[in-house]
């Protein structure tokens, strides 16, 4: 009797056969976890090119890349998200789930160039003028020896940018995106019963974020290891 109130206070409102209650959250973290992961690589690689453009001797190209981040970081990422999927792609059948990738990366990246400018800034010109001074390319000596040294001290805030990307996801229902939060949303339509189906969404970004912030936390400590 104990286990039959349970389950049907905590779980009747998650669970129903078919593609609704508790597979919409499924598909909703998969949703999520997609978006998350995609936009994050193209947000590193984004904020790298960025970053070092913001750090160019050439005023023009420096110039561009200031107004791109600030731009970027000016304006909230939902009128982002918005302008990239009902105007950028107005006439093109973009696929919710890349528009979002797109939006996300965009956005990301300019905070990740500021993020990692400010690492590439506080390593020691000293060593960049000993690795040219031993024949090293520009980029070799900045793949070589600063940006590992940069990637040490940006760590912790690069971490905290991950979590803050996979919790603004959130807005992806918007644009009609299946992602975790418009899951629970539809469960709570379809029962009529917020409570359970808001806080399992809770629960489970608590879980993916405290995940991913104890994750970087052991690979920062295996990096300083070697120092």
Known sequence: MIFDNIRRTLLEPLWDEGPNGIFLLFNGLRETVVITAVAI???????IVISLLRMSRNR???GLARAYTEIIRGTPLLVQLLIIYFVVFQAVD???????????????GAYISEIIRAG????????MEAARSLGMP???????????QAVKNILPALGNEFVVLLKETSIVGFIGGNDLMRAGNKIRSITYEATIP?????????????????LLIKFERRLHTSD
């Open 41 to 47: 690589a193209f947000g590193i690689a984004l904020g």
């Open 138 to 148: 520009f980029g070799m000596a900045m793949k070589e020896i600063i940006l590992p």
């Open 94 to 108: 973009l696929n919710k789930t890349m528009a979002a990738v797109i939006a996300f990366g965009l956005n990301s």
């Open 120 to 127: 590439i800034q506080a390593v020691s010109p000293g060593q």
């Open 198 to 214: 808001l806080f399992s969404t809770a629960i489970v970004y608590l879980v993916i974020t405290f995940t991913l912030s104890q």
């Open 60 to 62: 023009l190209v420096s």
